[in-house]
């Protein structure tokens, strides 16, 4: 997968304030892939649905022990899923306390946490999206 393009990498970061989605850190901001890249090169264009803006440090943690979080929060989505899906796994904003659907020309719509969590549930399975939540809160 490549690298975001400067026009996609803006729309992201101004759709997201301008901050870390995460923890609201407004410097050394980087394109946080929702889902994972992989390995090697790929002509796949990263479109704006696929990023959030993260902090240096939160984007790493994604990848560690904030990993079950992100995952329930829509910070990041398991590789398995399918790539049209991603358009339905809600993101949630902590410092807005909202969830929200991003759209394909880099806006998002606000949804209700009810909403968020049945498209979790329908996306990862109840049992799948409980153990996520297990995990969340002792990681």
């Known amino acids: ?37 992989g390995m090697g090169g790929s002509d796949h264009r990263v479109n704006v649905w696929e990023g959030l803006t993260a902090c240096r440090y939160c984007n790493a943690a ?15 989505v398991r590789r398995w899923v399918p790539f049209e899906q991603l358009l339905e796994v809600p993101v949630y904003y902590p410092l807005a306390r909202a969830w929200y ?10 949804i209700d946490s009810g909403r968020a969590m049945q498209l979790m ?7 799948l999206y409980q153990q996520l939540g297990m995990a969340a809160a002792h990681g």
């Open 62 to 76: 994604f990848e560690a022990h904030l990993q079950a979080t992100a995952l329930l929060r829509g910070w990041k």
């Open 1 to 37: 997968m490549t690298a975001p393009n400067d026009n996609v990498r803006k729309l992201v970061y101004q759709r997201d304030g301008e901050r870390c989605i995460a923890c609201g850190r407004q410097d050394l901001l980087e394109f946080q892939h929702r889902q994972a890249v």
């Open 121 to 127: 549930v329908d996306l990862y399975g109840a049992l």
């Open 101 to 110: 659907l991003l759209d394909r020309i880099g806006g998002r719509t606000p």
